[in-house]
C-alpha cells in the first residue's frame, strides 16, 4: 500500500478535545496538490448550512440529457452557490454547493435556459450588488448558469432568521422527522415563514414574466423546492392568473412528510396543507410520505382522494401526488472511486465501519456511537482490528441544540476511545469537517461497512454514495429503516437505530458476513442504484409533471363528485333512521352566486330534492340566510321548512310562528341615518342598497372595476361616520345589529327549539354553508354536526368539517341524504309529522310530540298562510338565551311579546 503524506485526521483524547492530527494519505493527491497549490483539497465549508460547499475545480462534469419540453423555473430556499466576497481581490464571487439537488437540477435549468430563485446568501443590509458570472474554469454543474439566470432573493437578516431558524429549522425540521417534542410552535416566526414565501412568490413571478418575455409560447415549469417553501404556491399561482399567465406548478420535499398523528400537532396545518395543494403536483422521495399526505388533506381539510391513483382534490383542482425516490450521480461517484486514493489503515486487516452525516440531531450519531461500544464490549475480538470513522459536516453550529449535540459527541467519543484505545489503536476516528468528494469516495471504497443509521430522514443520499463507490472488495451496508433509503434499499442489513444491542449484533454480522454474501447483496445494490440515479429522478419527475418530450401521460383524474362520494363524510353518521336537521345557506349553498340577488336561482332539481327530504318524517329542514326572511321564503317557496333570515335575527317555522330578535333602539337611528347617506351619495355606477328588517346589505358587484375603489372608500366612510360595524360580504357591505346574535348562535337555539334540550344526542345536524358568516354556525356546531363549507378559495382557514367545491356538489350531498333516508315515507296531509317550534316553548309540553296542525300557534286562532305568517314574536336577550342553552332536562319557559314590539317592526 502507498502511503502518502499530510491529509489530516482529528483523533480524541480520553477528555474529547482534538489532540493530535494524524496523517491519512491517498495516492494521487500528492501529485494533485504538486498542480494546486494554492487550492487546498480540504474544503471549506459554510458552517450554518446543511449545505455543502465545494471547490468547484474538483467537481466532475455531470452530464445529462435532459429533453424537457417546458422551461423551469427552479425555486428553492438557496441558489445553487453561494456568493461570497473574495477578502483578497475584494470581488464577489460563486462558491459551489455539492447535492443532489444541485447536481441534477442545474443542468435542466441551464439547459431549457430556466432560471433559479433562491437566497444567495447575502441579506438586504448587505446592499444591492451584481450575482458574478461563473468562473472560466468552473467545471461544476452550475458552470452555465449564467447571472441572468439567477433571482437572488435578498430580505432582512431578521426577518430571514425569524423564517429560516425560527420557522424551517426550530418547527419544520423536527416536526417532519417526527421528533414534536424538539419543535418550537411561534405565531410570528410562522408569520415571517408567510411573509417570507410571499416574498419569493413575488419573485418567481418577475422570473416568469421574465421567461414569458422571450419565449412567450411556452408554459413555464415552476419547481419548488423543499419545506422552506411550502406556502408559496397558491400566491404563485394568484398573481400569475391575474396577469394572465399559464404556469405548471410543482413542489418536491426533500425531508419526510410526517403521519396525521404528527401534522395535527403544527397549529396552523390546514393552511400548510392548502399552501402544499396550489401545486398542479406534489413529489415525495416514497410511497409512504405521499400517503401521509394524502391522508392529511382527507382528514384536516375534508378532500376528496384516490390512494390508488395519488389523487387529492381541492379547491376544484386536482393535485396529483408522486413517489420520487431522489439518487445520486451514480456513474460520477463510480468514477470518482475508481481513481481516488487508498485510505491509509493501521494494518492491512483492519477493517472500516464508517458514518458520514451532517451533524444533526436526526441522523442518529449518538446512537451509532453506544452501539459500537456495546460491539466492543461484547465481541473483543474487534479490538484493534475495527475502527469507527465518523465524517460529520458542521452544521447549524450557531444553533444551541446543535452545539450541545457536538458536545455529547464529542464526550462520548472521548470516553470510548479511553475506555478501548490500546498503544497503538483507538476505536474511533472523528472528522468534524467537510471533505472532499473525492476523499469521501475513498472512504466509500475502502470501507468495509457504512453504518447509515439515521434516526429519521427523508432519504439519505449517503446510503447510495457507498453503493455506488464499492468497487473493490465489497463491503456491507447497515441501514435504518426510518429512512426513505431503507424502503428501496432491500439487499442492506436493516437496523432500529434504537435497540443497541441488536444494532451492535447487526454491526458484528455485518463485519462477520462472508465474501459471497457480501457480493451477492451488493451486486444487487449496485445494480439498482445504477439504474435508477439521479438522471432516472428528475426523468420521472418530468414526466409526471407531463414535461417530458414524448411522454403521452394521461393526467389522473377524479371521477366528478358522486352520491356515493358522501358515504365516507356522512354514513357513519346519517343512518336510515337517524333524525336529521339539514341547516343550509342560501346564496352560494344551494343557488350559485349571481351578479343581483334577485338572479341567483336555485336550481329546480335542488328545489325538488329539497321539498321532498322537507316532506319526510324525521326531517327537519331550515334555511339560514342573510336575506331578509320574506325574500328567502320567496325565493325557496317550500312549505313546512323553518326560514331564517337576517342571519337568523328573524326565524319563521313552518306553522307560523316568528322569532324577532330584538336590536337596540340607537342602532335603529344610525342604521336610518346611514341608508340615507348611502343612497343619496354611494348608490350610482350599479352600486345599490337590500333593505332588510335589523340592517341594510350595500352591493357594490356591478360597479366597473374602475370606479370600485371609490365607491368602496366612500361606502366604508360613511359606515364609520354612522358608527356602525361594516361586515364584508360577498362584493357586499353588511350592517348587522350590535348584539351577541350570528348565525351560530341562531342555529342553537333553532335545533333547541326544534328537538329540545338534548337534541345534540338524539338528532344528525348537517349544516352547510359557503361565506364568513356561515363560519360562526360551523364554530357553534363544532363537534355536535357535520358541517361543509362550499368555497373556492385555494388557501382558507375552516371551522367546517369538510369542503365542497360549488352548489353542485350540495345538490349531489342533498340527493345522498335523500337516498339515505328513501325508505321513510313522505308526509302527505301537507304537514310535517314532527314538528316544533317556537308554538311549543311556552308550553311545559316535550319538545317532540307527533303534533297536529292546530298546535302550530297558541295565540292565533287563524291558520297561518304563507303570505300571513303567524306572527308570534319571542324578545330574545341574553338572559333568556343562556336559559335556552344551558337548561338541561326540560323544555324552556320563554316570554312571547306581541307582535307590535315597541324596539322594532316586524314582518
Ligand atoms: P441531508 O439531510 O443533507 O439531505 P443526505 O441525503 O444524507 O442528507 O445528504 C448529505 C450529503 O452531504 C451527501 O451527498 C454527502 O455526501 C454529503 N456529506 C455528508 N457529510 C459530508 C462531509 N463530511 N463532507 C462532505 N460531504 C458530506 C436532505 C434530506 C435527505 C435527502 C436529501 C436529498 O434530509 O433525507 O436524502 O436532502 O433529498
Not at 451514480?330 to 465501519?353: G, H, I, T, W
Not at 469516495?441 to 432519504?459: E, K, Q
Not at 319571542?874 to 307590535?900: A, E
Amino acid at each position: 500500500m502507498d502511503v502518502v503524506r499530510n491529509p489530516t485526521v482529528h483523533r480524541f483524547s480520553q477528555s474529547g478535545r482534538i489532540l493530535l492530527k494524524r496523517r491519512l494519505s491517498f495516492e494521487r493527491q500528492r501529485e494533485q496538490r504538486q498542480d494546486r497549490k494554492q487550492s487546498s483539497a480540504r474544503q471549506k465549508y459554510h458552517e450554518t448550512e446543511e449545505l455543502v460547499y465545494i471547490d468547484c475545480s474538483e467537481q466532475v462534469l455531470n452530464k445529462m440529457i435532459v429533453n424537457a419540453t417546458s422551461p423551469m423555473v427552479v425555486v428553492a430556499n438557496r441558489l445553487p452557490f453561494i456568493v461570497q466576497k473574495n477578502a483578497e481581490t475584494g470581488q464577489f464571487e460563486r462558491k459551489q454547493c455539492a447535492g443532489g439537488l444541485v447536481t441534477a437540477v442545474a443542468p435542466v435549468v441551464v439547459e431549457t435556459n430556466g432560471l433559479w430563485v433562491g437566497w444567495s446568501g447575502q441579506h438586504l443590509e448587505d446592499g444591492e450588488h451584481d450575482i458574478p458570472e461563473a468562473n472560466p474554469n468552473d467545471r461544476s454543474p452550475t458552470a452555465g448558469l449564467k447571472s441572468r439566470q439567477v433571482i437572488p432573493v435578498r430580505l432582512p437578516q431578521k426577518q430571514f432568521d425569524d423564517y429560516y431558524n425560527g420557522c424551517c429549522n426550530a418547527t419544520f425540521w423536527p416536526l417532519f422527522h417526527s421528533m414534536p417534542d424538539r419543535a418550537l410552535f411561534q405565531s410570528d416566526k410562522w408569520e415571517a415563514y408567510r411573509q417570507v414565501n410571499e416574498h419569493f412568490a413575488k419573485l418567481t413571478v418577475e422570473a416568469v414574466v421574465k421567461l414569458a418575455e422571450t419565449n412567450p409560447n411556452s408554459v413555464p415549469l415552476v419547481w419548488l423546492h423543499d419545506y422552506h417553501l411550502m406556502m408559496a404556491a397558491n400566491s404563485i399561482r394568484d398573481r400569475c392568473d391575474r396577469l394572465g399567465l399559464q404556469i405548471k406548478m410543482a413542489f418536491f420535499l426533500h425531508i419526510p412528510f410526517p403521519s396525521w398523528d404528527i401534522m395535527r400537532l403544527f397549529p396552523w396545518d390546514d393552511e400548510l396543507l392548502q399552501g402544499i395543494l396550489g401545486c398542479d403536483s406534489v413529489g415525495f422521495h416514497v410511497e409512504d410520505y405521499c400517503l401521509n399526505f394524502i391522508d392529511c388533506c382527507q382528514r384536516r381539510l375534508g378532500c376528496r382522494v384516490d390512494r390508488e391513483q395519488m389523487l387529492v382534490e381541492h379547491n376544484g383542482r386536482t393535485v396529483s401526488v408522486h413517489p420520487l425516490p431522489i439518487s445520486i450521480p451514480y456513474d460520477r461517484f463510480v468514477s470518482l472511486a475508481e481513481k481516488a486514493p487508498q485510505v491509509v489503515k493501521n494494518n492491512e486487516q483492519e477493517q472500516l465501519l464508517l458514518g458520514v452525516d451532517r451533524l444533526d440531531y436526526t441522523k442518529g450519531l449518538v446512537h451509532r456511537i453506544r452501539a459500537f461500544e456495546t460491539l466492543l464490549q461484547k465481541h473483543p475480538e474487534h479490538i484493534e482490528h475495527v475502527t469507527f470513522l465518523q465524517v460529520a459536516v458542521p452544521s447549524r453550529t450557531d444553533v444551541k441544540e446543535y452545539q450541545e449535540l457536538k458536545e455529547d459527541l464529542d464526550q462520548l467519543i472521548g470516553r470510548i476511545n479511553g475506555r478501548f484505545s490500546t498503544p497503538n489503536w483507538s476505536p474511533i476516528r472523528y472528522i468534524y469537517g467537510c471533505v472532499s468528494q473525492e476523499q469521501l469516495a475513498a472512504f466509500y471504497r475502502d470501507s468495509s461497512v457504512a453504518v447509515v443509521t439515521p434516526l429519521r430522514d427523508g432519504m439519505n443520499l449517503v446510503a447510495k454514495e457507498f453503493v455506488a463507490c464499492q468497487v473493490g472488495e465489497p463491503g456491507v451496508l447497515m441501514l435504518s429503516p426510518f429512512a426513505g433509503a431503507g424502503t428501496s434499499m432491500h439487499e442492506a442489513l436493516l437496523v432500529n437505530p434504537y435497540e443497541t444491542d441488536e444494532f451492535a449484533e447487526v454491526m458484528h454480522r455485518a463485519l462477520t458476513m462472508p465474501k459471497d454474501e457480501r457480493e451477492l447483496r451488493m451486486q444487487q445494490l449496485r445494480h439498482r442504484e445504477r439504474e435508477h440515479d439521479v438522471n432516472f429522478w428528475l426523468q420521472s419527475f418530468l414526466k409526471s409533471v407531463d414535461c417530458l418530450a414524448d411522454n403521452n401521460l394521461t393526467p389522473g383524474r377524479l371521477l366528478p363528485l358522486r352520491e356515493e362520494d358522501f358515504s365516507q363524510f356522512l354514513a357513519s353518521y346519517v343512518k336510515e333512521s337517524s333524525r336529521l336537521a339539514l341547516l343550509l345557506d342560501y346564496d352560494g349553498t344551494l343557488a350559485p352566486i349571481a351578479p343581483h340577488p334577485d338572479l341567483a336561482r336555485m336550481p329546480e332539481e335542488t328545489r325538488r330534492v329539497l321539498e321532498r327530504l322537507a316532506h319526510m318524517p324525521d326531517v327537519n329542514v331550515a334555511i339560514i340566510s342573510g336575506r331578509s326572511v320574506e325574500n328567502v321564503k320567496s325565493m325557496i317557496g317550500i312549505e313546512g321548512i323553518t326560514y331564517a333570515g337576517c342571519h337568523g335575527f328573524e326565524i319563521l317555522h313552518p306553522d307560523g310562528t316568528m322569532f324577532i330578535h330584538p336590536v337596540p333602539h340607537e342602532y335603529e337611528v344610525q342604521l336610518e341615518q346611514l341608508k340615507k347617506q348611502l343612497e343619496e351619495e354611494v348608490c350610482k355606477y350599479g352600486a345599490w342598497l337590500e333593505q332588510k328588517s335589523s340592517g341594510i346589505t350595500f352591493h357594490y358587484r356591478e360597479v366597473p372595476k374602475d370606479k370600485q375603489s371609490e365607491v368602496m372608500t366612500h361606502a366604508q366612510k360613511l359606515f364609520q361616520d354612522n358608527n356602525i360595524k361594516l361586515h364584508q360580504s360577498h362584493m357586499a357591505y353588511e350592517a348587522r345589529p350590535p348584539v351577541t346574535w350570528d348565525k351560530g348562535r341562531a342555529a342553537i337555539y333553532l335545533l333547541r327549539t326544534l328537538f329540545g334540550l338534548d337534541w345534540c344526542d338524539r338528532v344528525s345536524t348537517i349544516f352547510a354553508g359557503d361565506d364568513r358568516t356561515d363560519e360562526d354556525a360551523m364554530r357553534a356546531l363544532q363537534g355536535m354536526a357535520v358541517t361543509f363549507r362550499i368555497t373556492t378559495l385555494p388557501n382558507l382557514r375552516t371551522a367546517a368539517t369538510y369542503r365542497l367545491p360549488n352548489t353542485d356538489a350540495v345538490l349531489t350531498m342533498l340527493k345522498w341524504v335523500e337516498k339515505r333516508l328513501s325508505s321513510r315515507l313522505p308526509v302527505t296531509n301537507g304537514f310535517r309529522s314532527r314538528k316544533t317550534s317556537m308554538s311549543s316553548i311556552g308550553n311545559n309540553s316535550p319538545p317532540h310530540p307527533p303534533s297536529s296542525p292546530t298546535r302550530r300557534s297558541r295565540s292565533n286562532s287563524q291558520s297561518p298562510s304563507p303570505t300571513e305568517p303567524n306572527k308570534q314574536m319571542m324578545v330574545m336577550t341574553d338572559q333568556v338565551y343562556h336559559q335556552l342553552i344551558s337548561r338541561k332536562n326540560s323544555p324552556p319557559r320563554v316570554s312571547v311579546s306581541p307582535v307590535n314590539t315597541p324596539t322594532r317592526s316586524t314582518v
